[in-house]
């Protein structure tokens, strides 16, 4: 139940019954009386001809004893008492000016009913005897600005008082000139105290910092208990009859009122969400389950404690996690565990500290949690097998039937028989695919697009026929080159230099010419092949960004192409007479597909005639990895892809492709195994993979004099114009390896240095320290 | 199976949420006594403590780890209305082996108590989604990924209905989405499960779906991890656990341009009362076929699919580290009865396709599930 109110409000009291209560603020002054569903007002204080700054009000109170007397403490400094028995309209009795500044509180004596207590901005505070109309006495707390004063229920000379400056201090009446106890309290401003209304040593103080502190004062004041809130608290109240109970509101930010137990001091035990601005005045109505705010939303609100609600029942007691290894993490509330068991009989049943029985709204015992791990053990939720996979799968390096073979092998010993059945149809599929002879259409796929990027890089003038005469030639010239190091897959920097020259001597049909002349044997390779491997090479070293890169996959296919030199192609008959006749004839059947098609396809068009299977599976394997991949395998999804590279002729959608190896990819790395991530990288035959660890990788070098980055080499500082790294017997710049003493740290060219090391034992360098090379 | 290894947690309130990073080998709580605690796994296969902080001044209701390719990093939202981003200063550490962390970030748009944050999955950058009890979810966004204590507010989304639990749709594939859980209690205000996709083109995000079928409060969500599939996994946790497959239906070229926003082809693929209670959280692993969810009961249910993707439950675990037989053995075999049965009328889905498709009817685009019909046909 709430009502409105025109202004908003700075203070509430309610009179000694609470069947009353006085709203007060900068423009409101009024009195209502609390009926069961409403409030009804009873009179209006703020009335006059003159409304000055006296009609305003920064604190209210309501005797305690008298019920039509109240007090007002304005905030040009006066003090201002009522008198609700006064016949006329105007019930202003008495005006105290005597704080200069404004007047933070006022506070009656609990049993005096004269006995009127101010705590004001100036730093004083003055205890005014409403018979003699006077200030009785001036206390002076010697700090700062006083924020709060409250008489002691339980004492009747004592009273607290709280600073802006955070001191607490207790006074006894009698002893106006010195406080009786001071301690600091607070970090920041303390706003508002509060006498615990049943234990006489217990008192709570709340200010700037966002806490709720409750002291013990019988001797040395001792702090009890603290409660953290998340604003400033502008006020507190003790909930009646309720031991460790406090209701505070905010000063900013938060609106709600909350009632906290002061043993769970991190979540409210109650909170009260109706209002919409700041609350500023708690007042209980004599029963812990009813109790009154007002607020600067201009509402009065009462409260039933039945509709507020619990922070705490909403609040999670459980967390849970996997991680990659399947192992749970479990952090339960002990309150669950103890429920679960009492169900089951035992009895252990919550306690509550309240004898009134169960109630639920009392329920609030310390909550606490236990944290477990499960650790997996178990293969239906465990993830060995994953890694067991991924690092014994072998995704290259052997033909396709040894590689599922293996791979079937890993998979069943782990138990994953499904897959490793996939393996071996695998085999049977594409494994003996690839033992019957041919030409390797996947190469020449992916080979025509380079072929036909070669074929405009020459002359345009040359005609097909030359041309690819000229191309067979340089085949010829790399593969005499190039089988020395087929086995040194890395070395490519070779076949550049070897492709350069080619590319430039072919430009001229003379030279063609002579390269025929030149080779006693002028065999070839059928369908430019090798070309085929070595042009991406060369292309994906220059720029990795052209689109058609092929993947380092390739290399581990040449050696499979070489095995096949055998097979009843052009190369045997090659090998067996290199005939000038023998050349003419397949450059006519190599002219005459050019002719036939445009020139970047015509070379796979004879392989993909003559060696179809007559069973078309290739969309079935497409589904049965789809299939794999929508289980959550993605491990065998990728794998197959890997090892079965461009031999699937419906390929996985680019997408998914990409997809899955970026999951695998992932999980790897959750794995931290990143060896296999790395080398999945490099056998990916798509594109984004592929390029991945050619990226985000720079190595930054600063020049060793200036300590500026090395922006255009490695050895040359174009700041201080200095060499960086010179070899200190020759004096150039080292490019490659730089070995140095650690004893002295010079060096040079490894080979220079082991000379120079063989015959002296002394630095190079002439510093005198006696070098070891090791 | 498991084996249960206790950790003294020692917080002193509620532990609320508990967060491995990436590569499992940290886990992260945090607890309603505002502090958080990080556990590095040593050698020995023991939990260490290494950092214990305070880092709010209210409840902390959840603790995240960013991609390690971000640093250690981890996020945390509270009751005190904000969410912070705190980062490991890496090397430093005291005597104790304590690690020392750092607020980089403090956002306090929220006016009140901020329910869930998760980051953004990788591909998508520094990216934090945080959710608010008012029922705001608010998009951060670090521009620069060195600079953690630069967060720019992208978006705000106001989902009308309280909101308890995010979660992050992991796809690459997808264009960002997120699902938004809401812990409202009152069961006629529809559903309580929103998912929200990103736009290119308008650069805002828009609700796509309204999972009508929930209506429950709900305290947990969580995608399942995508690896490469098709459709989306949905867990969610609220009077039972249910598993929603979202699937992304192909749009023709013309309402691309027009509509701009995916439509869904949305089945509920498993649901479980097993707990009898409220169901409080929900975990995937990894490769999202398990799901592990507990609730008030007390126990740790885990679902796994079997090869006719019906879920079953493969274990249960009590909160106080035993394992518990399977007591509903029998109503397992009954299941399995019933399932091989509907195998054998062949209303059950056949291996390896997603499974049929329940009986939804769509409306101007929404679905809603005819429950009672659904209920017991498809889940077993």
């Known amino acids: 139940m709430h009502t409105v109110i025109e202004a908003p409000i700075n203070a509430i009291s309610t009179n000694k019954d609470a069947s009353q209560v006085v709203v007060a603020g900068r423009n409101v002054f009024r009195v209502f009386s609390i009926e069961d569903d409403a409030f009804v007002e009873r009179c209006n204080l703020r009335v006059g001809k003159n409304l000055n700054l006296n009609f305003s009000a920064a604190d209210v109170t309501w005797n305690p004893v008298e019920d039509h007397l109240l007090a007002s403490a304005a905030t040009n400094g006066a003090v201002v008492t009522w008198n609700l028995n006064k016949p006329s309209r105007s019930k202003q009795e008495l005006v105290f000016n005597e704080h200069k500044r404004t007047v933070n509180r006022v506070c009656f004596h609990s049993t005096e009913a004269n006995l009127l207590l101010s705590g004001s901005q100036d730093g004083f505070m003055k205890l005014f005897d409403l018979r003699k109309k006077e200030v009785n006495c001036t206390f002076s707390g010697q700090s700062e600005s006083v924020r709060d004063v409250q008489f002691c229920p339980h004492h009747y000379f004592q009273f607290a008082a709280a600073y802006e400056n955070g001191n607490l201090q207790l006074w006894d009446l009698r002893r106006p000139d010195k406080w009786e106890k001071m301690f600091t309290a607070h970090s920041g401003p303390a706003f508002t105290l509060d006498w615990h209304p049943d234990d006489k040593n217990w008192i709570a103080s709340a200010g700037r910092d966002r806490s709720i502190k409750i002291w013990e004062i019988s001797h040395k004041p001792r702090l009890l208990h603290t409660v953290q809130t998340i604003a400033s608290v502008a006020r507190v109240k003790w909930r009646p009859s309720r031991k460790y109970h406090i209701s505070s509101c905010s000063l900013l930010v938060d609106h709600n009122v909350n009632v906290w137990d002061i043993r769970r001091p991190y979540i409210p035990f109650a909170s009260f969400e109706e209002h919409r601005d700041v609350v500023t005045g708690i007042m209980w109505k004599n029963d812990p389950y009813v109790f009154l705010s007002g607020s600067k939303d201009c509402t009065v609100y009462q409260h039933m404690f039945k509709d507020a609600v619990r922070p705490a029942d909403r609040a999670n007691p459980i967390g849970i996690d996997t991680n990659v290894n399947g192992d749970l993490g479990l952090a339960f509330s002990d309150k669950l565990l103890v429920a679960g068991k009492s169900q089951t009989g035992s009895s252990m049943l919550p306690h509550f500290f309240r004898s009134k029985g169960p109630d639920r709204s009392e329920q609030f015992t310390m909550a606490s949690s236990s944290a477990v791990i499960f650790e997996s053990v178990d293969k239906s939720t465990g993830l060995e097998w994953f890694i067991e996979c991924a690092t014994r799968y072998q995704l290259s390096g052997k033909s396709v039937e040894d590689l599922c073979d293996h791979n079937a092998a890993v998979a069943g010993s782990l138990n994953k028989h499904q897959v490793a059945q996939t393996w071996r149809i695998l085999k049977l599929l594409y494994g003996g695919n690839t033992a019957t002879p041919c030409p390797p259409r996947t190469v020449s796929v992916i080979g025509s697009p380079a072929v036909g990027e070669a074929h405009k890089a020459e002359s345009e003038k040359v005609n097909l026929k030359q041309q690819l005469d000229g191309h067979l030639v340089q085949d010829h010239n790399r593969s005499t080159h190039t089988d020395g190091e087929n086995k040194d897959t890395g070395d490519t920097s070779t076949a550049v230099s070897e492709d350069e020259s080619d590319a430039e001597s072919s430009l001229s049909l003379t030279n063609i010419a002579s390269g025929q002349v030149n080779q006693q044997g002028d065999f070839f390779f059928g369908d430019g092949e090798l070309e085929t491997f070595d042009y991406p090479v060369t292309m994906a070293n220059m720029d990795s960004m052209q689109d058609w890169t092929l993947p380092t996959e390739a290399i581990p296919l040449r050696h499979e192409i070489q095995d096949r030199l055998d097979s009843p192609d052009p190369l045997q008959n090659a090998t067996d007479s290199p005939s000038s006749a023998n050349e003419s004839e397949f450059s006519s059947q190599a002219f005459g597909n050019a002719e036939n098609a445009t020139p970047m396809y015509n070379l796979q068009a004879i392989p993909f005639a003559s060696q179809n299977p007559p069973w078309e599976f290739s969309h079935l394997v497409c589904d049965m990895l789809e299939y794999f991949a929508e289980q959550g395998d993605v491990q065998t999804s990728v794998s197959v892809l890997i090892i079965l590279g461009n031999k699937m002729k419906t390929p996985v959608e680019d997408q998914k492709q990409e997809q899955w190896f970026m999951a695998y990819l992932e999980l790897l790395t959750r794995f931290r195994l990143w060896g296999i991530a790395n080398e999945v990288i490099k056998l990916s035959s798509h594109r984004a993979v592929a390029s991945l660890n050619q990226q985000s990788t720079t190595v930054h070098t600063n020049c060793n004099k200036c300590f500026k980055p090395l922006t255009r080499a490695g050895w040359l500082c174009d700041r201080c114009k200095a060499l960086t790294s010179t070899c200190s017997i020759c004096h150039l710049p080292v490019k490659g390896l730089f070995a140095w003493c650690q004893g002295c740290s010079h060096g040079g060219h490894l080979e220079h240095l082991r000379e120079w090391l063989m015959t002296h034992k002394h630095c190079p360098t002439g510093c005198g320290h006696i070098c070891e090379y090791t | ?380």
């Open chain 2, 1 to 380: 199976m498991f084996v249960a290894r206790s950790i003294p947690a020692d917080h002193k309130d509620l532990i609320h949420d508990v967060a491995f990073d990436f590569h499992g080998r940290r886990m992260a709580t945090c607890s309603s006594d505002q502090n958080v605690k990080v556990w590095d796994l040593g050698e020995d296969g023991h939990w260490t403590c290494t950092a214990n902080w305070k880092t709010h001044s209210g409840s902390v209701w959840k603790v995240t780890w960013a991609h390690p390719e971000f640093g250690q990093v981890i996020a945390t939202c509270s009751f005190d209305r904000t969410a912070a981003v705190w980062e490991e200063l890496v090397g430093e550490s005291t005597e104790h082996g304590q690690k020392n962390w750092v607020k980089r970030t403090s956002l306090v748009d929220s006016r009140t108590s901020v329910t869930d944050v998760q980051f953004a999955p990788k591909h998508l950058g520094l990216q934090l989604a945080t959710c608010s009890a008012d029922g705001i979810v608010r998009i951060y966004e670090a521009p620069d990924v060195m600079n953690l204590s630069q967060w720019s507010l992208q978006h705000e989304i106001s989902c009308k209905l309280s909101c308890s639990c995010i979660s992050w749709n992991p796809s690459r594939v997808h264009q960002p989405m997120i699902a938004v859980g809401s812990d409202d209690a009152n069961p006629s205000g529809g559903g309580k499960v929103q998912i929200y996709e990103y736009n290119d083109n308008s650069r805002k995000w828009s609700k796509v779906e309204t999972i009508t079928v929930v209506t429950e409060s709900v305290k947990d969500i969580q995608f399942a991890p995508n690896l490469g599939r098709s459709y989306h996994l949905l867990g969610i946790a609220s009077k039972d656990v249910r598993i929603i497959s979202l699937k992304p239906l192909r749009r023709d070229q013309s309402s691309t341009q027009t509509s701009g926003h995916s439509k869904f082809d949305l089945r509920q693929v498993a649901q479980f009362d097993e707990h009898n209670a409220q169901v409080w959280r929900l975990s995937w692993n990894v490769t999202g076929t398990v799901l592990a969810s507990s609730g008030d009961d007390g126990c740790v249910r885990l679902w796994k699919a079997n090869y006719l993707d019906n879920w079953k439950c493969i274990s249960v675990l009590k909160g106080d580290g035993s394992n518990v037989k399977l007591q509903e053995s029998s109503q397992v075999q009954q299941q399995q009865q019933t399932l091989s049965g509907g195998a054998m009328n062949g209303t059950s889905s056949p291996p390896g396709q997603a499974p049929l498709p329940l009986n939804i009817k769509r409306n101007s685009g929404w679905a809603y599930f005819n429950t009672k019909k659904d209920q017991g046909k498809h889940y077993y």
